[in-house]
């Protein structure tokens, strides 16, 4: 069932329309969602194929928006609540008493039908008592689990202790619920494979074959070829000899398109010319439209709440966690004695990323109050401040808190997170400021001030000597834009540049804080539209033409993509649906809901990507701070949009989504310390269950400055979860080597620190001797990810070759009779 145009009907050309949107470049099928009629490449080079009309239809088919909407709307009821409102207790996990007679009649149903089949089982398997048929027996599981995986060759039996289950319906649901259960959960991973390939962002290569193998044709052998490296980084070494902000010359940038763009309805367009606007014709560049986001938003919504998919998804973690100790129980020893055959590498030096680091906290305490006491000392007469028109030197500031370096200490600074902070993020915000005053907070860790950030500059670079120095840590930094005028990207870049703020263990992601109320409140904006055109129109304006930003064109160079941040504990008055109102009618007091911040960030930073990309200029990521606190449904806009996101403490009350999350790979940077301190007590971290289940998480600091006290805060993370956890030395190298492999860093550098195939599937992709993750750990990983991906793909596939089955007697018969 596809929806397509009719045969010799153009596409609507008019600029206006939702040009490029997947509307028109794609089709529309069974799973909820469109598919791309064309392949499309997710960076880095990850394709997403054709995918045939696979049967996806669910007992919920038709009742999406309802169930959305009746979810959303309890959810707003009830948003002051610091847990999900469908949270199920840990005593009964699974569904109401009612829904657990009706599975249980179910079951017994199905094994009265099968009743001799079983009976017949059970005595074969009593009767199984030789030690030659026990042999024959394993040997015949040994093949079928060869089987699974045709395209990649196992270690050998001796080296590594698999555990296996044998039997029908192994999952432990009657296969009614394992078959709605499998399309739902291939529908959502066919939404984010959609959203994905069309931003340019990653997707998981294993997954991405399995659902490619549910399409009508094989995965083309030649799909999973790497997309060359942009010009950015492809002729440049590893690490560069000169310093990539010198030499800075506007003439030598790449030419002028001579494009236009204006922003239409929260989206950005670009035309083919500036000045004779009658004349130009839109560019095909593509984002999804609202109409289709809203619609598989509501999809999502009805997954995470279905029953009988909450069972199935539960119990396949339950599993993962029980398969995962078993595992440890058996090769633990092995791991360990493959790491020890490794010469000169260990936990100390391989490389380790810190994924969620904000910049303006990325020092500890002690390292500010240094700092500060040196700048007393060495600029006591410069003016760093303007008060009412008066300008103020650095002493006169100090001065007029009755203050001197002497007086400094750390507990003056009072920046610390203490108990005080837990659940209220507006004191957490308060410990920015040292002394609690605001004007420090404006001088020394701002890239905006009177002195245009030098101090800030200074800091950073500071900080930048200490990795450098490490050698083995890199740091993805946080820096802020906020929308409130135009020339915010070109003082930020201005600054990173003038103050030469670079280092090859250091790349950017910008931040965007959900503050537009604030600044609506405060007059500085009038409309959400207004905003969105302050943080994209420069991009696109130095995209079409370089010289016109030169210092933004070089920075841009070294930035990952957007982060998304505030306090999501707050409650929002908002549902958003297509009765929202657009960002240019956006003028209410209230703050957009988190979904409507993250589907415009999104949108255009979809359309920027492929203007990008047709210049061969680097593209970005979206990585926002999810589910941290507040509503679930912040997760399910994660899931879509997002390529990696921080924190995720809220996936432990939700079990669809994190099984999604383990199928999808994506990328969750935790911070225990950081959730210590203001939502989630240390010892009740779900990150040593994640870790266990085979998600995708890694260590990160957040804020050091409020959370650590030592020189090296990542390491100080690594420790404290190593000593509370009691986390091995393999789990540990295996937290790093996920750092590294959600990072922003390009192919070449993560090429040389986790070894050429890094970006292969299994054991083929490791290379011991440089993350010191024992081959056993990853095949392990990868054969566990592969056995539930294949339940999956097997069960809906199944269906089809019963569907077949049963059409096929009566289309002979309906031959026969012609």
């Known amino acids: 069932m596809s929806s397509k145009l009719p045969a010799g009907k153009q596409k609507p050309t008019s600029p206006f329309r939702k040009r490029g949107s997947l509307q028109y470049a794609a089709s529309t099928d069974l799973r909820g969602g469109r598919h791309l009629l064309t392949f499309q490449y997710s960076l880095p080079g990850i394709p997403v194929a054709k995918h045939g009309p696979v049967d996806l239809r669910t007992s919920m088919d038709g009742k999406y928006k309802e169930i959305a909407e009746e979810l959303l709307s309890r959810s707003l009821a009830e948003s002051e609540m610091r847990s999900a409102p469908y949270e199920f207790p840990e005593d009964s996990p699974i569904e109401q008493l009612e829904e657990r007679r009706q599975r249980l009649e179910r079951q017994i149903s199905q094994d009265v039908k099968y009743e001799p089949d079983i009976l017949l089982r059970a005595k074969q398997d009593f009767l199984k008592t030789d030690s030659a048929t026990d042999l024959e027996y394993l040997k015949e599981q040994s093949e079928a689990q060869l089987d699974l995986y045709p395209e990649h060759e196992l270690i050998p039996e001796k080296e590594y202790q698999r555990v296996t289950i044998s039997g029908e319906e192994q999952c432990g649901v009657p296969f009614t619920d394992l078959l709605d259960a499998a399309k739902c959960v291939v529908k959502a991973l066919f939404i984010r494979e959609k959203y994905m390939a069309l931003s340019m962002q990653s997707f998981c290569r294993t997954t991405a074959r399995y659902l490619t193998e549910l399409g009508d044709r094989p995965l083309d052998p030649n799909a999973y070829q790497e997309m060359p490296e942009t010009s950015v980084t492809a002729e440049a070494p590893v690490h560069p000899k000169t310093h990539p902000y010198e030499g800075l010359d506007p003439t030598s940038m790449p030419p002028d398109m001579g494009y236009s763009c204006k922003m239409i309805d929260g989206v950005v367009h670009v035309f083919t010319h500036k000045t004779n606007m009658e004349k130009a014709t839109e560019l095909d560049l593509p984002y999804p439209d609202l109409q289709e986001y809203i619609a598989d938003m509501n999809v999502m919504m009805a997954l995470i709440i279905n029953g009988p998919v909450k069972s199935f998804c539960y119990r396949r973690l339950q599993y993962l966690s029980s398969k995962f100790q078993m595992h440890i129980l058996l090769n633990e020893m092995k791991e360990l004695a493959a790491q020890k055959k490794v010469p000169h590498r260990d936990f100390y030096n391989i490389r380790k990323v810190d994924t969620h680091i904000h910049a303006s906290s990325c020092m500890n305490q002690k390292h500010l109050l240094r700092f500060i006491k040196r700048a007393m000392k060495k600029y006591p007469k410069e003016i760093v401040h303007v008060e009412k028109g008066r300008e103020q030197t650095l002493m006169e500031v100090f001065e007029s808190m009755n203050l001197t370096a002497f007086d400094l200490s750390v507990d003056t600074l009072d920046m610390h997170a203490d108990r005080n902070t837990f659940h209220r993020f507006d004191k957490f915000n308060s410990k920015y400021n040292p002394i609690g005053e605001s004007i420090l907070r404006e001088i020394f860790i701002k890239t905006d001030n009177h002195i245009e950030g030098k101090y800030f500059g200074h800091i950073i670079k500071e900080v930048m000597e200490d990795l450098e120095e490490s050698k083995y840590q890199n740091v993805e930094l946080r820096l802020s834009i906020y929308g409130r005028s135009r020339d915010e990207w070109d003082k930020l870049a201005l600054w990173a540049v003038k103050h030469r703020v670079y280092s090859d263990n250091v790349r950017w992601l910008v931040q965007v804080p959900r503050l537009f ?249 490791n290379d011991i001797r440089r993350t010191n993750v024992p081959d056993i750990r990853v095949a392990y990983r990868f054969e566990t990810l592969c056995e539930e991906l294949n339940l999956i793909t097997q069960a809906v596939r199944s269906e089809e070759l019963e569907t077949i089955e049963e059409e096929a007697p009566c289309m002979s018969t309906l031959h026969s009779a012609q």
């Open 517 to 765: 109320d604030v600044y609506h409140t405060k007059k500085q904006l009038s409309n959400f539209q207004e905003m969105l055109e302050n943080i994209f129109m420069p991009l696109f304006e130095v995209t079409i033409q370089p010289s016109s930003h030169p210092e933004l064109h070089v920075f841009l160079q070294h930035v990952l993509g957007f982060d998304s941040v505030d306090d999501e504990s707050k409650p929002e008055h908002h549902i958003f649906n297509l009765d929202s109102p657009l960002p240019a009618s956006w003028i209410e007091e209230d703050n957009p809901p988190y979904s409507y911040y993250l589907y415009y960030t999104f949108v255009n930073m979809t359309v920027l990507n492929h203007l990008r990309r047709s210049r061969n200029f680097n593209t970005f990521v979206l990585r926002p701070h999810c589910g941290e606190a507040g509503p679930i449904h912040h997760l399910v806009s994660g899931f879509m949009l997002s390529e990696n996101i921080s924190h995720g403490l809220l996936l432990r009350k939700a079990p669809v989504l994190q099984y999604l999350y383990y199928l999808a790979q994506i990328g969750i940077a935790m911070s225990p310390l950081s959730n210590n301190s203001l939502f989630l007590s240390y010892h009740r971290n779900p990150l040593p269950e994640y870790l266990s289940r085979g998600l995708m998480v890694s260590l990160s600091t957040d804020d050091p400055l409020q959370f650590h006290f030592t020189k090296e805060p990542l390491m100080e993370e690594y420790s404290i979860a190593a000593q509370v956890w009691k986390l091995s030395s393999c789990d540990m190298c295996e937290l790093a080597r996920n750092s590294v492999l959600m990072s922003g860093f390009s192919q070449k550098v993560k090429s040389n620190w986790l070894g050429p195939n890094y970006i292969k599937e299994g054991q083929e992709s």
